[in-house]
T-cell receptor, first 114, second 116 residues
Framework: DGGITQSPKYLFRKEGQNVTLSCEQNLNHDAMYWYRQDPGQGLRLIYYSQIVNDFQKGDIAEGYSVSREKKESFPLTVTSAQKNPTAFYLC?????????????FGPGTRLTVL | AQSVTQLDSQVPVFEEAPVELRCNYSSSVSVYLFWYVQYPNQGLQLLLKYLSGSTLVESINGFEAEFNKSQTSFHLRKPSVHISDTAEYFCAVSDANAGNNRKLIWGLGTSLAVNP
């Protein structure tokens, strides 16, 4: 089955620790995205990548980092510089990153920082 | 800059009643419009989208939305809802002439609660 996988589903970390969230897709999509979702705030774009080895900051990139070394993988690192990291994180992909493209979402990772 | 307003944060409704979830966007430039649905503790999935052509678009599970350019709206409707329609619904817009700026602009979501 084609799709997007995110792991783990739930993640707990101590304050001050970096943590990396995994996102893998086997849809052969060029573009991938990371969103953060908080109650009542909708989806906010953290980073996006339209092609391998290239990525751009979204609206709330501070305290996060990404890499895109392979087409199918777009891991997100939440660093200790992110002041409020507890949130639901969603990864998505689309065929070409074009305005008309549908974005396909993974099941999400709920990160709790203690 | 483009923005999206979902006019109701929560919509409670009884089963088999009709529902309308309202969405307005700010700019009248050429746009593509989307509705996504998110069931509890899951990712989002596309419900329907307007790209061009007929202003009325339909989903496979009975939802429909109408693009109204003059009112810059893309309201989502269903004539009779089911308990299983309980979810968060997100409206999103992208600029059709975005060039390299190809991001979706998202509304804050509307929580639809269908009660028996």
């Amino acid at each position: 089955d084609g799709g997007i996988t995110q792991s783990p589903k739930y993640l707990f970390r101590k304050e001050g620790q970096n943590v990396t969230l995994s996102c893998e897709q086997n849809l052969n999509h060029d573009a991938m995205y990371w969103y953060r979702q908080d109650p009542g705030q909708g989806l906010r774009l953290i980073y996006y990548s339209q092609i391998v080895n290239d990525f751009q900051k979204g609206d709330i990139a501070e305290g996060y980092s990404v890499s895109r070394e392979k087409k199918e993988s777009f891991p997100l690192t939440v660093t200790s510089a992110q002041k409020n990291p507890t949130a639901f994180y969603l990864c998505a992909s689309s065929p070409g990153g074009l305005p008309a493209d549908t974005q396909y979402f993974g099941p999400g990772t709920r990160l709790t920082v203690l | 800059a483009q923005s999206v307003t979902q006019l109701d944060s929560q919509v409670p409704v009884f089963e088999e009643a009709p529902v309308e979830l309202r969405c307005n966007y700010s700019s009248s430039v050429s746009v593509y419009l989307f509705w996504y649905v998110q069931y509890p503790n899951q990712g989002l999935q596309l419900l329907l989208k307007y790209l061009s052509g007929s202003t009325l678009v339909e989903s496979i599970n009975g939802f429909e939305a109408e693009f109204n350019k003059s009112q810059t709206s893309f309201h989502l409707r269903k004539p009779s809802v089911h308990i299983s329609d309980t979810a968060e619904y997100f409206c999103a817009v992208s600029d059709a002439n975005a060039g390299n700026n190809r991001k979706l602009i998202w509304g804050l979501g509307t929580s639809l609660a269908v009660n028996p």
